[in-house]
């Protein structure tokens, strides 16, 4: 019988749609490769049987009686997903963020495995960039990996494994399909109701209920008795995104968290909380003392059956303090905001993530998407994302990556995101937006930039 997508994963797919892609992307800089772009194509190929789940495909089950299955690709072609791009010599960032951009906004093909990789050359100084696209449903876990993971190699020195002889099985039939979820509803009598429920359509009330399953629901749904404050980060979706990023220091944040107290993380909250306070100054939007914005912000979180630290993700809610003009005060306010988390004993130490997964951003990130899919867009405004990363350089094909920046998708009903990234002494902030009701996220991401300098110049 073949491996069933769970309920919450098949959610996914049911909700998505052309203005709310759920694929999560990422933004690795390298410096110039030897061998160009061939090498780290031969590479990726070389790598695929790390990840099995990558050559496979959604089947979905006649009259949906029941979740669809993961099936191996007969027709699957390494070159389809794996594609080459450029912009023009020299390429400046503004460039390659356009092409981002567009890559972002387009759908996966739902009759192909659910990932893309685009291997953009012509940037400054020879440098390439390698582009991911994952859909969450391919990640249900830290047990899995991301096509960006198996990329990178703690040495320079990167070994290629053999190519393998692998023959894809033959995709169940229509008959197969029907009769394995017969089985299924007579050993799960449940699972006949909730299929039934989708199959009419009523995908919402599925998507809700199966929602229960993250950790921290019922937190958040008492923090958001009130719907979440309106403004420009709530609107509809269009088809298009612009994608921009920032970058800070990590030594200025960790300066500032020495100086004021509170966590790495406080002390980006309260960046971000700054920056949002300028953008929506210079938009010309009321910003009153009470004025507040709501981020989800999704906690690695370990239970107490657990012994892996980072076994799931927990969503918690967390009001900006954006009228707040004291930036002192509004770190303050974080801090207490988010000690409930570190407080609980339930959140998961970064070197304890690190440890545990390598390189543990891609994979959190899409769990973070994850567990904002399941909750109300009416709870919150944006989702923020923040992943560690390590500390030491990482190489794929022998090149260093310079910079990695996270892109998380939009939930319908918010037209902004934030991810962010620590590696190798830098925190890096991609900003994902729609493209018609943000079209300055460039703004945004120079205001983060500043709003760090600032912070740092006065403490020290």
């Known amino acids: 019988m073949a491996e069933r997508l769970t309920t919450l994963d098949a959610s996914f797919l049911y909700l998505e749609d052309a203005g709310a892609p759920m694929h999560v992307a990422g933004v690795l800089v390298l410096e110039p490769v030897q061998g160009g772009l061939d090498a780290l194509a031969e590479l990726l190929e070389a790598r695929l049987p790390l990840v099995p789940r990558y050559r496979q495909r959604i089947v979905p089950v006649p009259g949906r009686l029941a979740n669809p299955v993961w099936a191996d690709d007969p027709d699957f072609d390494v070159a389809y997903h794996v594609r080459r791009s450029a912009v023009p010599r020299p390429g400046t960032r503004a460039q390659l963020l356009d092409l981002v951009s567009r890559v972002t906004s387009r759908p996966l093909d739902r009759d ?28 249900d876990g830290l047990g ?17 494994p053999a190519a393998d002889s692998w023959v ?63 403004g420009p980060l709530g609107r509809t979706l269009g088809t298009q995104r612009r994608v921009a990023v920032a970058r800070a220091d990590l030594e200025d944040l960790k300066a500032i968290r020495k100086a004021h107290g509170g966590t790495v993380n406080d002390v980006l909250l309260t960046v971000l909380t700054g920056a949002l306070r300028d953008w929506l100054l210079s938009r010309g939007e009321p910003v009153l003392g009470s004025t507040a914005v709501r981020a989800l912000v999704p906690v690695s979180v370990q239970g107490e059956e657990q012994r892996a630290p980072g076994g799931s993700v927990a ?24 000690r409930g988390v570190t407080d609980s004993g339930r959140s998961v130490r970064a070197d304890a993530l690190i440890a545990l997964t390598g390189f543990a951003p891609p994979t959190l990130h899409a769990l973070g998407a994850r567990a904002a899919r399941g909750l109300s867009r009416r709870m919150f405004n944006l989702v923020v994302t923040n992943v560690p990363g390590p500390q030491q350089p990482l190489y794929a094909a022998g090149s260093r990556m310079l910079e990695v920046f996270p892109v998380v998708p939009l939930v319908g009903g918010q037209a902004l995101s934030v991810g962010m990234t620590s590696y190798d002494g830098s925190v890096y902030v991609g900003l994902n937006a729609d493209r018609d009701g943000v079209g300055d996220v460039d703004v945004l991401a120079d205001l983060v930039e500043q709003e760090v300098a600032a912070l740092a110049e006065s403490v020290r």
């Open 144 to 160: 899995a990996v991301d096509i960006a993971q198996v990329l990178l190699d703690t040495t320079p020195e990167a070994s290629v």
């Open 112 to 139: 192909r495995p659910l990932w893309e990789v685009y291997l953009v050359e012509g940037l400054e100084e020879g440098r390439v960039a390698v582009v991911t696209k994952t859909h969450p449903a391919l990640v």
């Open 168 to 230: 894809p099985r033959r995709l169940p039939g229509r008959v197969g399909l029907v009769r394995d979820a017969l089985v299924e509803s007579v050993q799960r009598p449940t699972a006949v109701l909730e299929n039934a429920r989708a199959a009419v359509g009523d995908l919402r009330s599925t998507a809700a209920r199966v929602a229960g399953v993250a950790e921290g629901l019922a937190r958040a749904a008492r923090s958001a008795i009130l719907a979440a404050p309106h």
């Open 315 to 338: 969503a918690y809610l967390v009001d900006l303090p954006v009228g707040e003009p004291n930036p002192w005060v509004r770190l303050a306010r974080l801090s207490y905001a988010m």
